[in-house]
Nanobody, 125 residues
Framework: QVQLVESGGGLVQVGDSLRLSCAAS????????LGWFRQAPGKEREFVAA???????????DYADFVKGRFIISRDNAKNTVYLRMNSLKPEDTAVYYC???????????????WGQGTQVTVSS
């Protein structure tokens, strides 16, 4: 059984940083595609970033345009955990952030098979 557990959200000020974690069980992050999505109240869930294995011990990353240069997705194979480092946070980054695995297409949330429970990120101005 695959379980994804997010943590690290919270209330921060504009310009602050946060690191979200997604601890996986039942799935090896080094050989799986994992994505981060977010959903603000009244809005559709949107793609944030994904890490995609391309070869043994090698992966590529993909980011939504609105987070390029600010957010970094990474993984720790020993901890079987994927991270989302978020820098220069803006009020519009406020949302519930979810990690997910096993997609059909990394950018399309509708194709992901497994989801975490989400973690709230609130950026106050």
């Amino acid at each position: 059984q695959v379980q994804l557990v997010e943590s690290g959200g919270g209330l921060v000020q504009v310009g602050d940083s946060l690191r979200l974690s997604c601890a996986a069980s039942g799935r090896t992050v080094s050989s799986s595609t994992l994505g981060w999505f977010r959903q603000a109240p009244g809005k559709e869930r949107e793609f944030v970033a994904a890490i995609i294995p391309v070869a043994l011990k090698t992966s590529r990353t993909d980011y939504a345009d609105f987070v390029k240069g600010r957010f970094i997705i990474s993984r720790d194979n020993a901890k079987n955990t994927v991270y989302l480092r978020m820098n220069s946070l803006k009020p519009e980054d406020t949302a519930v952030y979810y990690c997910a695995s096993d997609p059909e297409k990394p950018r399309d949330y509708r194709g992901y098979r497994y989801w975490g429970q989400g973690t709230q990120v609130t950026v106050s101005s």
